[in-house]
């Protein structure tokens, strides 16, 4: 058996930490049996912006008439879109796997890999032990247990972005943030797109505003089913047939959706089992998810996990700081409690949405005391001009210290917009550093100022 200094299973963003470890001289071995760089290199985080970006520039064309454009229309080479952004991410991938196979104190094992006792994986036919474990090893896409979905060759996130022949029409199994982006992609593009959501709005984890406010935009859009179940699915000719049936309807009457695929988004489950983790003492949630202390500690010594795996929050940036962390605890001195605070998110759809901190849903049932500005972006210079009539900043703040509890907004740009409330969170600076900041005007960023002045 051929013992390493640290093992790292995953080649997401356990790769910053095996890159760090390698440079110290510590024999170092990585687990991974896909594409290096992850989930988000190869299935998530990437691939989707690319091709989000063409959804982006085909809105923009067929939005162009309002502006006083008058476009002749535009065809759409589906394959093309797809490919660019498969090329893009094979080739680094590539790129990485060629510099961790140059490192000469670093082996990669392009396997899948399970525990077989404490500190000891089966990589292949090997056995290999470590001094310090490392497990980064991320989630799968979930499949809800439906009825004949076996049979009629459905796509899950990981199949979409790699699609080469567009669909004239689309089912899609579940509401949230991936749900919200590929139908977007594929809407945009011209695809008919039906959405079946079991709650009673899309993208449920968002302040409820955002999500009500978004659910309507997106239901002018595309077919929308809300608090409906897909209970049924089944194939005819090339055709997918999702049975649904609707929570609110008492007389249990199910309707038949006609499509050209079928995609899965129902949310994401630990690769846990996989790598059979109770075997080297590493507890799990009832999710599945490790049990993690707040210094990225498993429940075996001198292990140590990171990112999706551990459930806590399913963002690359959240497991490059995560990573951070776990490679100071594992390798220095002294240890350190994971900082999350500010930890902001954003779903690239359209409308685009970015959160930071409370929900207020999360500080009634806190009960926290708390303050709200709201400013729509048509209300401003540059919202105006973009004719954005939709979207909105909203802001939560301390009662009585003026803190920023919250920031939610829903509209062109919101990712980008949101940083400047991220920055003031973690700089502990309270909501009125957004006020005295003197603002470009008339940029849009504008609108998050402008919420500050309504708060009451």
């Not at 199994?173 to 709005?201: C, M, P, S, W």
Request: hydrophobic share 40%; aromatic share 8%.
């Amino acid at each position: 058996m051929k013992n390493f200094d640290v093992i790292v299973i995953g080649a997401g963003s356990g790769l910053n930490i095996s890159s760090a470890t390698s440079s110290r001289g510590l024999k170092t071995a990585i687990v991974e049996k896909g594409h290096m760089g992850g989930t988000c290199l190869n299935r998530g985080c990437i691939p989707s912006k690319i091709i989000i970006h063409s959804a982006d520039v085909a809105e923009t064309i067929n939005n162009a008439k309002s502006f006083g454009i008058n476009a002749k229309g535009f065809t759409v080479d589906f394959k093309k879109v797809t490919e660019r952004a498969s090329k893009i991410v094979d080739e680094d991938a590539k790129s990485i796997e060629e510099g961790i196979r140059s490192d000469k104190d670093t082996v990669l094992f392009k396997t899948e890999g399970r525990f077989i006792g404490y500190k000891t994986l089966k990589v292949g036919n090997k056995a290999i032990n470590g001094d310090k474990i490392i497990i980064a090893a991320g989630t799968r896409p979930f499949i809800p247990p439906i009825e004949g979905l076996d049979k009629v060759g459905y796509m899950t996130s990981d199949e979409a972005l790699r699609l080469t022949i567009h669909p004239k029409s689309l089912t899609i199994i579940g509401g949230g943030y991936i749900a919200a982006e590929l139908a977007h992609f594929y809407g945009a593009l011209g695809t008919k797109i039906n959405i079946i959501q079991r709650r009673d709005v899309l993208i449920p984890n968002e302040d409820g505003e955002i999500a009500e406010k978004f659910t309507k935009i997106f239901s002018k859009k595309y077919n929308i089913f809300l608090n409906s179940d897909a209970i049924k699915v089944s194939k005819k000719g090339d055709k997918i047939i999702t049975t649904i049936k609707n929570r609110d309807n008492n007389k249990n009457k199910l309707k038949n959706i006609v499509s050209d695929k079928l995609l899965i988004a129902a949310g994401r489950i630990p690769n846990t089992d996989i790598l059979d983790v109770a075997k080297t003492g590493v507890k799990t949630d009832k999710n599945g998810f490790i049990k993690m202390n707040k210094y990225m500690e498993t429940t075996a010594k001198d292990i140590w996990a990171l990112g999706d795996i551990c459930g806590i929050y399913l963002f690359k940036h959240s497991a490059n700081l995560e990573a951070q962390y776990v490679y100071y605890n594992a390798f220095g001195k002294h240890k350190k409690k994971v900082d999350y605070s500010a930890m902001p998110h954003a779903i690239f759809s359209s409308p685009q949405i970015a959160g930071v901190g409370y929900t207020e849903e999360q500080l009634k049932e806190k009960k926290i005391p708390y303050l709200v500005g709201r400013k729509n972006y048509i209300e401003t210079a540059m919202g105006t001009a973009l004719n954005d009539k939709e979207g909105f900043v909203k802001m939560m703040i301390d009662k009585k210290t003026r803190e920023i509890l919250g920031c939610h907004i829903l509209g062109t740009d919101a990712s980008t917009l949101i940083h400047e409330v991220i920055i003031a969170m973690k700089a502990n600076q309270t909501v009125d550093i957004l006020n005295k900041a003197v603002h470009i005007h008339p940029a849009l960023s504008e609108v998050v100022q402008r919420a500050v002045w309504n708060i009451w």
